[in-house]
């Protein structure tokens, strides 16, 4: 729906801008076909079209309008002024002559996009899964529109503009925006010191607030259905589980807008968690017509009502993401390694009471592992030499008498049934009488009593052992509500450091911040060759280095909006900011490459004299393609925005506040920074005789 809107209210703005049918019919038939030939590129490799590629498309919509703008802006210009000058050349060498005009800045500006998603597609685990896909369909679109502007729009400019009367249908707001802006420009370049005084202000408010703002891994994403887990102290009867779950279940049903309540207790036999008769998991599915976030709130508040147990409520792909990263239901896991089982249980209880009251931090707790009855044998060796029993053979024989062991399988019509070797239920109901289970020696038909080459004892066993990197571990773990995934880390980082771990013993934090911290120091790590890349295409575009660290250094101010973007909405950075960043970095360069090359082309083939005529003159012929595109792609993300975090938008609402934002503060960069810039350090340097 937000693609066909944005696309709906693009046609608006090429109509307004463009003003000539015909002109804006190439440009409307080249926007689709650009989606579409990324779209056939995506159906070949049999990617499945979801939000996510959408979403690339509905930011690439900036760029492919600017391809399509570029080129056709271009014609319509050169066949204007040929017209007007009476130049006796063809309609076909005039279009093609305007074409190979913007040929280059188009493929440098392409590839300069290009290099700025490579951080984004070297993305790995679940943040590659979840932005790798709108990285590729908003690459494959700007790839599409670059062979488009270069090949189809000269083609049907050909067909439609060859004989159009297009001399009386330049647009009355863009003449009104140019004479505007015309005045407004050569002020500027007079005096360019409080536009210089400006940027500096707004890029060290983007530096002031940046650290204020909090950091998430992925939004709260707000699916209808949700898990809802019950823990209770360990012991808890079967029966006294199904009671509180069944009273829990009605109460859940009452509250308006919940549609169905389920749950399990326990697991199945040959279920893969392992948890006892004290464990619950509820199903919970509301009506997508009530309103969320009153319906959860309803939900939270009963659910809390419950005291004496460990509750918690989260979607199903939140808790999938979670078991993913941590193994665990939490958004949060300490992780406490260390070698003695009850000395690492006590340093876990000391690192759960050390967390505990920091604001945000919901549903801490601490792993239990209930203890267990189970029958330990220690062999005795000196009487198992005695009767010439290895310790081996008498641990097996023990464990096949009391436990028992499969030995194989009989198919009978169509069935599997698995046959076992073990003891009579009598010869194991009491620790007597596994004591006088009998083992066999080897002489022939001489046996001896268990007890009497090993002690035989009950003792209370923890029902499971968790291990991890070779080192025993146990968790507490918690979930994150009302404040940022990264405010609440660094305070349990805060607590961790005033616990004491005995020697030999340590805690780390996992979970989605670990995730976070792991893919933003690997998009950082190659955000540094992208930044290199992009620099040696300016340098290459350019053909002079003082220009391409001109507009090298004027590329950071560019994000400064979608900073303040985000500090005006929710404060938070997510992965998703962080993608809308990458993409405003691709706008700001590409617009400015666009200006700075049509300043060098004016210069060097249209015989202007470099001076402030030559800027004015050749921002003023850039203003329209650049506020189309940002117009377009403003207004193609426009609706995510408006629609807020609603479900279905929590990962495209802070990438659209992001570029929205950007898109600002980038335009009135190269509309006014890089003109002044370029005029005082735009001079061509005379070369040697």
Same mark, same amino acid.
């Given at each position: ?22 002109? !804006? ?29 959408? @979403? ?66 070297? &993305? ?14 908003? @690459?494959?679109?700007? #790839? ?38 015309? &005045? ?10 409080? !536009?210089?005084? /400006? ?25 209808? %259905? ?43 036999? /040959? ?62 896991? $300490? ?5 003695? #089982?009850? $000395? ?18 919901? %549903?801490?707790? &601490? ?11 220690? $062999? ?16 097996? !024989? ?41 083992? %066999? ?56 450091? %005033? ?9 780390? $934090? ?72 990458? /993409? ?46 940002? #117009?377009?792609?403003?207004? !193609? ?53």
């Amino acid at each position: 729906t937000a693609l066909l809107i944005g696309c709906l209210l693009v046609i608006v703005v090429l109509g307004a801008f463009l003003f000539e049918w015909r002109a !804006a019919l190439i440009s409307v038939v080249a926007i689709p076909l650009s989606l579409i030939a990324g779209a056939l590129v995506l159906y070949v490799r049999g990617t499945t079209i979801n939000t996510m590629v959408l @979403a690339g498309f509905v930011i690439a919509v900036g760029v492919v309008v600017d391809d399509a703008i570029i080129d056709i802006e271009n014609i319509v210009r050169r066949l204007r002024q040929h017209r007007r000058e009476g130049i006796g050349k063809s309609t076909a060498a005039i279009i093609l002559e305007a074409s190979l005009e913007v040929r280059s800045a188009i493929v440098y500006a392409t590839l300069i996009v290009a290099v700025t998603l490579i951080p984004v597609f070297l &993305m790995e685990g679940l943040s590659g899964a979840f932005f790798q896909p709108l990285a590729l369909s908003y @690459a494959l679109a700007v #790839l599409a529109s670059m062979v488009i502007a270069l090949t189809v729009t000269p083609a049907l400019a050909l067909m439609l503009l060859g004989t159009a009367a297009i001399e009386r249908r330049e647009s009355p707001l863009v003449r009104w925006l140019q004479r505007r802006y015309e &005045m407004l420009l050569a002020r500027i370049i007079r005096t360019p010191r409080p !536009a210089y005084v /400006t940027v500096a202000v707004i890029v060290l408010a983007g530096a002031v607030v940046y650290p204020w703002l909090g950091q998430s891994l992925l939004p709260s994403f707000k699916e209808r %259905d949700f898990l809802m887990h019950w823990v209770t102290t360990p012991g808890t009867s079967h029966p006294e589980m199904v009671r509180i779950t069944q009273k829990a279940c009605r109460e859940l049903m009452s509250i308006p807008g919940v549609r169905n309540c389920g749950a399990h207790v326990g697991r199945a036999i /040959t279920g893969d968690e392992p948890y006892g008769v004290n464990f619950t998991e509820n199903w919970i599915s509301i009506d997508p017509k009530v309103d969320y976030d009153k319906t959860l709130a309803n939900i939270q508040e009963l659910v809390d009502g419950y005291p004496g147990l460990y509750r918690d409520v989260q979607t199903y792909l939140k808790e999938r993401i979670k078991e993913v990263l941590t193994g665990g239901k939490q958004a949060i896991v $300490v992780r406490t390694y260390g070698p003695d #089982l009850e $000395v690492l249980r006590q340093t876990a209880a000391e690192v759960e009471h050390a967390l505990t009251g920091i604001p945000g931090l919901v %549903d801490l707790k &601490m792993e239990v592992h209930r203890p267990v009855p189970q029958v330990e044998v220690k $062999v005795d060796l000196a009487a198992a030499h005695h009767f010439g029993l290895k310790p081996g053979d008498i641990r097996r !024989a023990a464990a096949t008498l009391v436990s028992g062991i499969e030995v194989t399988d009989i198919h009978r019509d169509g069935k599997v049934y698995d046959v076992w070797v073990w003891s009579k239920p009598k010869a194991r109901e009491s620790v007597t009488s596994v004591k006088e289970l009998l083992i %066999d020696t080897p002489k022939d038909f001489v046996h001896v009593r268990l007890d009497e080459v090993a002690d035989v004892s009950v003792k209370p066993t923890p029902d499971s052992i968790e291990h991890e990197g070779l080192s025993r571990r146990h968790d507490v773990g918690a979930n994150v509500r009302g404040r940022d995934l990264g405010s609440v880390v660094a305070d349990v980082q805060r607590r961790l450091k %005033d616990v004491k771990f005995p020697l030999g013993y340590r805690a780390e $934090v996992l979970g989605e911040y670990a995730e976070r911290q792991a893919a933003q120091r690997r998009l950082l790590t190659f955000s540094v060759a992208a930044v290199i890349g992009v620099f040696f295409l300016l340098l290459t575009s350019f053909r002079s280095w003082r220009l391409a660290m001109l507009s090298f250094l004027t590329l950071p101010s560019a994000l400064v909006g979608g900073v303040l973007a985000v500090y005006l909405a929710d404060g938070v950075i997510s992965l998703g900011s962080l993608v809308g960043f990458f /993409t405003i970095l691709g706008i700001a360069a590409r617009n400015g490459i666009m200006m700075i090359n049509h300043f060098q082309h004016l210069e060097r083939h249209e015989g202007e004299t470099f001076g402030p005529g030559l800027i004015v003159r050749g921002a003023r012929e850039r203003l329209s393609p650049i506020l189309m595109t940002t #117009l377009a792609c403003g207004l !193609a993300i426009v609706p995510l925005v408006i629609a807020g975090n609603i479900p279905g938008n929590e990962i495209e609402h802070p990438l659209a506040i992001v570029v929205l934002g950007g898109l600002v503060t980038s335009t009135l960069l190269n509309l006014f920074v890089v003109p002044s810039l370029y005029l005082r350090f735009g001079r061509s340097q005379p070369r040697p005789a």
